[in-house]
């Protein structure tokens, strides 16, 4: 039975500590009367669920993206090979459902990709419009409930735009979208999106190239602690070398820094594909590539990049699978950040096209990646199963949805808990009680609390007369967190009048 401790001194609040609490740190007070800092540990292990179809029609060109707002994850697909269509899912535990499928498009929709957009709560895709030349087109889906609703499809590409990607850029509020033109010498190019939400449109700038020669296997990730877009891709021109370049928002249009080669090897001429996908690592603030090394047996292979300015400089490669990963959409990449892990599901073409995933760990000190062994999660022939970029994460559920097409033809998709040491953000807009002071406290030991209108002497580096708000990670910062929480206003670099 937890108990309560009464206050000793003037301004101070003493509680048993539920977990430990670090000198100068935001403690919020638990139900149960003890408090805590605003975030806390648990460890997690790896489970993996059922597979679920999303549909009884053949499948293909899978794209996921979790729709923050409304708390679920959209799957996207070419459906039948005659419409593109889209379902809303729910994850439940290791479990998932769905909603009523809904076309968006009466035509075979390619080369899908999706992006949630966090400014207008709205998810959009990008695809190759078969109905019409093949066009590049994008739509715009919201959400509600377990139901989704489209806008009009607009063109961004009046020619065919082959292997569209899209990523959402959270520091102008902006979709890119990235392709190569068959009706200019299949260039690279990028365009600007920008989302209306009060009609579900969505109109562009104008496509800007990122690469003059042959630009194949694209794949678009945003980097938001250089608030910078990374694009990869297969520089044809370039003896098929695997590339990076690194794109800058600007109103409605992007620029690019110079293009860096990820695997120096020259890749083998004449291949279809390299299987080029991408992920961000929120914690180590590095960028992952994964693609198959076709001068080593096609092996699954993975890099780190770091970004600085508008370069980005590479790790060295590692091996995360020795068989060789398969021609067709073989590889997907997705980041957990409940438990600052990658996840790359791959189809892998040694073993009879089993579709397998394993985890990466990034190593920022040197720019490593390290992965775990393979783990099968459907042991039927997957062939072109993935067709998916990025793997979707569940941030409400904290889980990894993988959709694939199966041996039946069938789109389904499976749900995995990925092990690690989880954090749980505990703040609320109402259980600030103050900052921690006088020292660190273990686990049940007695806290003691500078409560609402003392004065914290344990800080560092404040800025005499800045408000403070209190952050979800524990730390004190001068923009509000998601909730708004004022921590107290800094009188000197050590000294902060705690507020609430």
Not at 324 to 337: E, K, P, Q, R
């Amino acid at each position: 039975m937890v108990a309560y401790v009464p206050p000793k001194q003037a301004g101070k609040y003493k509680a048993v500590a539920s977990g430990a609490i670090t000198n100068g740190k935001p403690v919020i007070v638990n139900s149960t009367g003890t408090v805590s800092t605003t975030t806390s540990q648990s460890s997690v292990t790896q489970s993996l669920g059922s597979e679920t179809g999303f549909t009884t029609n053949a499948s293909s060109f899978m794209s996921t993206a979790f729709d923050t707002n409304a708390e679920k994850m959209v799957i996207a697909w070419n459906d039948n090979g005659s419409a593109g269509t889209a379902r809303v899912a729910t994850v439940s535990g290791t479990s998932i459902s769905y909603g009523t499928a809904v076309v968006f498009e009466n035509a075979n929709s390619q080369d899908m990709s999706m992006t949630f957009d966090s400014n207008s709560n709205r998810v959009v895709i990008s695809y190759r419009d078969y109905g019409n030349s093949q066009y590049g087109t994008a739509i715009v889906g919201a959400v509600s409930g377990t139901d989704i609703s489209f806008g009009t499809p607009v063109v961004f590409e009046s020619a065919s735009a082959a292997e569209s990607k899209i990523a959402f850029d959270s520091s102008n509020n902006k979709v890119v979208i990235v392709y190569y033109d068959e009706g200019d010498g299949n260039k690279g190019k990028a365009i600007v999106g920008t989302v209306d939400s009060s009609d579900n449109s969505i109109s562009f700038g104008s496509a800007v190239v990122y690469e003059t020669g042959e630009a194949r296997e694209n794949g678009i990730v945003f980097d938001s602690s250089n608030n910078k877009m990374i694009i990869v891709y297969k520089d044809v021109n370039n003896s098929n070398r695997g590339t990076a370049i690194v794109g800058t928002v600007s109103g409605t249009s992007i620029s690019f820094g110079s293009s860096a080669t990820f695997d120096d090897q020259t890749f083998v001429a004449g291949q279809p594909a390299q299987e080029i996908a991408a992920a961000f690592d929120s914690n180590s603030n590095r960028v992952v590539i994964v693609y198959s090394d076709r001068n080593d047996g096609k092996k699954g292979t993975g890099v780190v990049g770091v970004v600085s300015g508008t370069s980005i400089s590479f790790g060295t490669p590692v091996v995360y699978e020795t068989g060789a990963i398969l021609a067709t959409h073989g590889n997907a990449i997705g980041f957990d950040s409940s438990v600052n892990k990658m996840v790359v599901a791959f189809v892998d073409d040694d073993d009879s096209n089993k579709a397998k995933f394993v985890i990466g760990t990034v190593d920022s000190s040197d720019n490593s990646i390290s992965f775990t062994s393979a783990t099968v999660f459907n042991t039927g022939d997957s062939t072109e199963a993935l067709y998916i970029d990025p793997i979707g994460f569940d941030t409400t559920n904290n889980k990894i949805v993988i959709a694939f097409r199966d041996s039946d033809s069938y789109g389904k998709a499976i749900v995995l808990q990925v092990a690690g040491t989880a954090t749980s953000f505990n703040l609320t807009s109402e259980n600030y009680i103050g900052i921690a002071s006088g020292g660190t406290y273990a686990d049940t030991a007695e806290a003691t609390i500078d409560v609402v209108g003392t004065v914290n002497k344990d800080q560092s580096g404040l800025t005499a007369g800045q408000t403070y708000y209190v952050q979800t990670d524990g730390t004190l910062g001068t923009t509000a967190d998601d909730p708004s929480v004022v921590a107290g206003t800094a009188i000197s670099a050590t000294e902060l009048i705690v507020k609430g």
